[in-house]
Structure formats: C-alpha cells, structure tokens
C-alpha cells in the first residue's frame, strides 16, 4: 500500500529493533551482512553439491555460480522450496576492500515521485469501508501520569453531523465518521466535561519545582581533583541555565490507519519500531503478538520520538470500538499539546582556567527526567500508570557534550534524575538533552576572563 516495493511489516521482515539512535546502518549492517554471507555459504555448498566441484573452485556473479564451464543459478539451487537455514554466524564475511557496492554512487530512483509530490505517505492511505476518526482530549496536558479524566459527556451535542458516532474506552474518547471533515467537526463540538485539577507548577516556577525535587544522583564521570583545581585557579567562572521543554513538532501531523476484527489487526503507521508497537498493541487490544501485523509506511520527519506510536494505538482502539477500519490524523492541538517533549533540563556549570587560560575544573550538574513509556491512548484506555524508560546513558548528563571537546585533567559530572511523575510526557529530541548541556556548557567556558591582575570570578544565570 505504501510506495515503497519493499514493505516493512512485522509478518515479512525480521525484528531488527528500532530504527532510532542511528540503529540502521550501526546494528543493521552488520546483521544483514553476517545473514547474507550465512546464506551464500550454503548456496556455495548447494551450488557444489549440483556441479560436483569443491566450493573453492566456485565464484558468483550476480547471483549466478561459476566454476569448470558450468553454472548454476541462486534461483536454480532454491527451485522454489523454502530457503530456512540455521543461523550460525561463523561465515565469513567480505572484506571492506571488496566492495563494489557500499560506498558507490547510486541514482536515488524515490525522489522524483518525493519532487513531484507522487510518493504515496501514511497520510494519503485509504481502504475500503474505512471510517475517519479524530482523538478528543483537552489542548494540553496535565502531568504524565494524571491523564485526561472524564466528568462528562454529552452525545447529543453531535446530533446534527451526519454519520458521527462517539467511541470510549476508560477516559480514552474519540469520534468517526464517513466524512473526514465531519470527524473533524465532531471533535470539535463535542461536549466533554473535563477534570481539570491543575497537577504542574505554573511555567515560571517549573525550573524552582525541580532543582528542588528529590533526584537520584549518579557521578557519572569524576577525573583528576576538581575540588583543589578549582581552589588553586585564577580565574573561575559559573552558568546556570535554565532550559525548557522542546516540542518535536513534525512537518506534518502523526497518522494511522488501522483494520481490527475479533482475531487479528492490520495496523499501517509510521512507528520507528513495529515490532515494539506490535508489543503494546498485542494487551491493548486483548489479541496475541502474532494475530497483529503492522506495517511501516512513510510519514512526516521528526527529529526523535513524537506521537507515531500514540496515534496508530488510537487508530487501534476505535477500529475495535466501531467494528471497521478507522484513519486516525492528530490535529496541531493533539500534536503540540500532548508531544512527549524533550525533558526540561536545568544545567549548573562551573569551570576554572590558570594565569595563561588554560581550563584546569569543569563540574557540571544535571537535572532532568527521564523519557515517558506509556503512551497517551494507553494510558487513557488501560488506566497504565505512568512508567519511565530505564537508566540509559542518553538521558544522563552527556560526556561527550560537557567539555569533551577540551584537555581538563580536572573534571567531575553529575547527573540529577528526577524521580517523580509530575512533569510533562518526555521522549528523546535530537540529540537527547545535548542541546541543552553543550548550552550551558560553552557558556561557561566562553565566560570572558579579565585582564591580568589577579583571581577573578563570573557568574550568570540566564534562561534559554
């Protein structure tokens, strides 16, 4: 259904993660490579086999065995029966010095139909029978954890949109209809009752909210003596910054489209992982793994982890609950107003240089939260309480973003993780945090050192 020949979909193609953190050609590569020499192993001990010549006397050519005047055909060896070999990761693989294909040139045969605006994306799918449908939630969030709790709903506010049902599960609401405007409409004039029991501090006070919150501290890297470097230097200077939630915004709104019956599920969506959105579909829709297919399709880019996974879990819920498929597309305000942002960060900074300028200390302190697990729609329909992502190095304060980039024999970086739920939905924003730190950080080493005469100190304490 999508442009692409080559259709990525949890039935058809192996479970090789997610195609985060630069994961493709880092993890992929070396597995595709591994799998394919494994393969072409046992076509050469097939191919010998048939020719009657050892696999040393053998060579290919694009897919085609040579050796002695005779030849053989990958596609001859298979003859149409299933090609399933043990895995063992002993065949050798091809030399870099051999290539012929990575690193070539290649004519990039997708983009005229991208420049023309031929490509078919997730936003243009449609199937048969399908209905539109559209999320209702309050513009923005409450704390992760405290949902979007229903009061009440009036229905028959919806009355004269033709074809427009209402759909719950828990305090999970959404609308279809035939006409994607009319689904459009009957999100908007839906009334719901909301609880609206404030659960954040006020955005002037979050920063204070959480340098004063109880944190799980890890030393993540301690060089040398800062303490007695910082005393004995001649110049020293501090930064506090105080940065913010950062939106992923995408180019275009997150989509989905999804076809549930009582014994399995098709859903198409743009989700970096398929498989691990296959996993949480599986107990959000009470069917197993393996009844559920979903299938990757071109979507608008982000730089991190947006709303992908949350509107094909939307997309999921109100198949089930109208018995057909359903095309879910965010609006600005389901976007913008329930993004898992890039955590604020609070980034305190203090560096030391000697008589000459040269940086001998560097601390910096880190405060953030970690990246939220459960996604909205889960959250909304299941009652999930709130769940964080694990420990993982690109959510603590970085080394190679805090004075990397300069000799300190002198350092010492602490990581401040926030414990609590009461902040906003968090996710990985290119590059996790690093933004934010390399900030704070080369603020404090670009603190203008005065002229000669004797220890002198800076402070600043700008938001970003």
């Given at each position: 259904?999508?442009?692409?020949?080559?259709?990525?979909?949890?039935?058809?193609?192996?479970?090789?993660?997610?195609?985060?953190?630069?994961?493709?050609?880092?993890?992929?590569?070396?597995?595709?490579?591994t799998a394919a020499?494994?393969?072409?192993?046992?076509?050469?001990?097939?191919?010998?086999?048939?020719?009657?010549?050892?696999?040393?006397?053998?060579?290919?050519?694009?897919?085609?065995?040579?050796?002695?005047?005779?030849?053989?055909?990958?596609?001859?060896?298979?003859?149409?029966?299933?090609?399933?070999?043990?895995?063992?990761?002993?065949?050798?693989?091809?030399?870099?010095?051999?290539?012929?294909?990575?690193?070539?040139?290649?004519?990039?045969?997708?983009?005229?139909?991208?420049?023309?605006?031929?490509r078919t994306y997730?936003?243009?799918?449609?199937?048969?029978?399908?209905?539109?449908?559209?999320?209702?939630?309050?513009?923005?969030?409450?704390?992760?954890?405290?949902?979007?709790?229903?009061?009440?709903?009036?229905?028959?506010?919806?009355?004269?949109?033709?074809?427009?049902?209402?759909?719950?599960?828990?305090?999970?609401?959404?609308?279809?209809?035939?006409?994607?405007?009319?689904?459009?409409?009957?999100?908007?004039?839906?009334?719901?009752?909301?609880?609206?029991?404030?659960?954040?501090?006020?955005?002037?006070?979050?920063?204070?909210?959480?340098?004063?919150?109880?944190?799980?501290?890890?030393?993540?890297?301690?060089?040398?003596?800062?303490?007695?470097?910082?005393?004995?230097?001649?110049?020293?200077?501090?930064?506090?910054?105080?940065?913010?939630?950062?939106?992923?915004?995408?180019?275009?709104?997150?989509?989905?489209?999804?076809?549930?019956?009582?014994?399995?599920?098709?859903?198409?969506?743009?989700?970096?992982?398929?498989?691990?959105?296959?996993?949480?579909?599986?107990?959000?829709?009470?069917?197993?793994?393996?009844?559920?297919?979903?299938?990757?399709?071109?979507?608008?880019?982000?730089?991190?982890?947006?709303?992908?996974?949350?509107?094909?879990?939307?997309?999921?819920?109100?198949?089930?609950?109208?018995?057909?498929?359903?095309?879910?597309?965010?609006?600005?305000?389901?976007?913008?107003?329930?993004?898992?942002?890039?955590?604020?960060?609070?980034?305190?900074?203090?560096?030391?240089?000697?008589?000459?300028?040269?940086?001998?200390?560097?601390?910096?302190?880190?405060?953030?939260?970690?990246?939220?697990?459960?996604?909205?729609?889960?959250?909304?329909?299941?009652?999930?309480?709130?769940?964080?992502?694990?420990?993982?190095?690109?959510?603590?304060?970085?080394?190679?973003?805090?004075?990397?980039?300069?000799?300190?024999?002198?350092?010492?970086?602490?990581?401040?993780?926030?414990?609590?739920?009461?902040y906003l939905r968090?996710?990985?924003?290119?590059?996790?945090?690093?933004?934010?730190?390399?900030?704070?950080?080369?603020?404090?080493?670009?603190?203008?050192?005065?002229?000669?005469?004797?220890?002198?100190?800076?402070?600043?304490?700008?938001?970003?």
């Open positions: 259904m999508c442009s692409s020949d080559l259709t990525l979909e949890t039935s058809v193609t192996p479970n090789q993660g997610g195609t985060y953190s630069s994961r493709s050609i880092q993890v992929g590569s070396p597995q595709i490579r020499a494994e393969a072409r192993q046992a076509l050469l001990k097939m191919a010998s086999d048939r020719l009657g010549l050892a696999p040393t006397q053998l060579s290919v050519a694009k897919g085609v065995v040579s050796g002695g005047g005779k030849t053989v055909s990958y596609g001859e060896l298979i003859g149409g029966k299933r090609f399933n070999i043990a895995f063992t990761g002993n065949a050798p693989t091809k030399a870099t010095s051999s290539y012929k294909l990575v690193g070539a040139k290649f004519p990039r045969n997708d983009m005229p139909e991208v420049v023309n605006g031929t997730m936003h243009h799918l449609r199937v048969d029978g399908m209905l539109h449908g559209r999320v209702v939630r309050p513009r923005g969030q409450r704390a992760y954890g405290a949902g979007a709790r229903i009061v009440s709903i009036d229905e028959s506010s919806l009355r004269d949109i033709p074809g427009a049902r209402v759909l719950r599960r828990g305090d999970f609401l959404g609308v279809v209809a035939p006409s994607e405007w009319d689904a459009v409409r009957a999100a908007r004039d839906l009334k719901v009752v909301w609880d609206e029991t404030p659960s954040l501090p006020p955005f002037d006070g979050l920063h204070a909210h959480m340098r004063a919150a109880k944190t799980a501290d890890t030393v993540v890297l301690d060089t040398g003596n800062a303490s007695d470097a910082f005393e004995r230097a001649a110049h020293r200077s501090t930064f506090s910054a105080r940065c913010p939630y950062q939106s992923h915004a995408p180019f275009a709104p997150n989509c989905a489209l999804a076809d549930v019956k009582a014994d399995s599920a098709l859903v198409m969506c743009s989700s970096q992982d398929i498989y691990g959105a296959r996993r949480v579909l599986a107990p959000l829709l009470g069917l197993k793994e393996q009844q559920i297919r979903v299938q990757f399709c071109d979507g608008a880019g982000t730089y991190g982890r947006s709303c992908y996974d949350d509107v094909a879990q939307a997309a999921a819920l109100l198949s089930q609950l109208a018995h057909a498929p359903v095309r879910v597309q965010f609006m600005r305000a389901d976007e913008h107003g329930w993004d898992p942002y890039g955590p604020a960060h609070i980034g305190e900074v203090r560096a030391a240089a000697d008589a000459d300028g040269r940086i001998v200390a560097y601390e910096y302190h880190g405060w953030h939260h970690h990246w939220s697990l459960i996604e909205t729609s889960q959250q909304l329909a299941q009652g999930s309480a709130p769940d964080e992502w694990p420990n993982l190095v690109s959510q603590q304060v970085s080394p190679q973003n805090c004075g990397a980039m300069y000799a300190i024999a002198n350092k010492r970086l602490v990581d401040h993780r926030l414990t609590t739920a009461n968090a996710g990985w924003l290119r590059s996790p945090l690093d933004l934010s730190m390399a900030f704070a950080s080369e603020q404090a080493i670009d603190a203008p050192i005065p002229s000669p005469g004797g220890r002198a100190e800076s402070t600043s304490s700008p938001a970003t």
